[in-house]
């Protein structure tokens, strides 16, 4: 007989298995922020190397684990991971992954930079919605938050690293670029043995037997999304996320790109201000989003955090981009990202839909949003090089849309178990 899920032991707290599960599973977001973050710090050295146009940038960016190639890969894995099981998606794709980053690691024309960029977004697509179901069913009842948050520590871990390793390595130019590469490779493999030594969901392995004794029907399938409930909160998330992460995208993408173009800072200076941007968000979840996403009201601390980074971003639109105004908007706009869109987009993602459509769910949402940050990527570098306080204030426009959204409709789904949640 399956053990209890461990959704039915929340009163127990979490144990040391529960805790690595998580890690191994929400190391699939360090990949994730490491690819991003990584393409990101090496676009001006690339752009210097090859003689990049501004519409080439903005293909890269458009197809990079950013947007196009994680969305796609999303929609595919997420309805494979429902079908075939959560394991199965994420023990073999991190393989595929470091395939794809070898391109990136030897590449010495533009159109190998493409086609890693392709490769690898495919990989980071398909594992976000396995390992962020895994997470939310293994979690115990009411621990949900603190564990996806640490899934979200370890998405700012990873930009964390990657620009401290190019802040080491920015004297070897694209050299220390490859090596950067190397290191997600190898890491991707790493993760590949650790995972081996997983288990599968339990909550999914007894919904799936339920569902071919036909204990249960009508929860599986792109038609099970089609119900009124699963599109009213496949519109929310898409809103909610969707409009958050055009800015969030731009800035992680671009970002060093800008600094160096629009404020004229250093490689190593424009490095290292991203980074220090990304460990105070780290500070964020730990000391916030994981303290109280648990037991407060949920709605109210979203909205806290949007307020925050309009406030953040809005310092970009009026005033000159100086050191010490990209610092204040560092500071702010990820103080809170920490407990915002990012870290709730994946709690609430999985809560939201029964255990049978929850990755499928999590895929369509995810490559849509990360597909329409794939078609505004192309526009990017113009509306840069047209005018940055433009660019500005249209970023500061879709933090307050998306904060409107998460305010005014975000679940209330603190202290509930899972099967409440996505029964609700």
Known sequence: MASAPAQATGELGSTREDWKNTILAGLANYIDAGSIVSGSAALALWATAHHLSTSFIGLLGAFSANAISAGVGALIGGRLCDLYGRKKIYQYDMLFYAFGMLWLVFAVQPWMIVVGFVLVGLAVGADIPASWSLIAEMAPSGKRGQHSGVAQV??????????????????????????????????????????????????????KADRLAGRKTGDGGFRALLKPRHLKSMAFLIGMYGVWNLWAGTNGFFFPYILRTVGAQSQASSVAMQA???????????????????????????????????????????????????????????????????????LWSAELFPTLIRSTAQGVTFAIVRIGLGVWSFFVPALTAAGFTRLAWILTGFLVVSGLIGTIWAPRNEGKSLEETSAA
């Open 154 to 207: 370890l998405w700012y871990l990873g930009p964390v690293v990657v620009l401290g390793l190019f802040l080491v390595l920015a004297p070897l130019g694209v050299l220390g670029a490859r090596i950067v590469f190397a290191h997600l490779a190898i890491t991707a493999i790493v993760l590949t043995l650790l995972r081996s030594r997983m288990k599968e969901s339990v909550l999914w392995e007894e919904a």
């Open 276 to 346: 220090a941007g990304f460990f105070v968000a780290m500070l964020s979840i730990s000391l916030v989003f994981m303290r109280l996403s648990d037991k407060v009201n949920q709605r109210l601390l979203f909205a806290i955090s949007a307020v925050v980074q309009v406030v953040g971003m809005s310092l970009l639109a009026v005033f000159p981009l100086t050191t010490s105004v990209a610092l204040a908007y560092l500071v702010l706009v990820w103080l809170g990202s920490g407990f915002g869109a990012q870290s709730f987009f994946q």
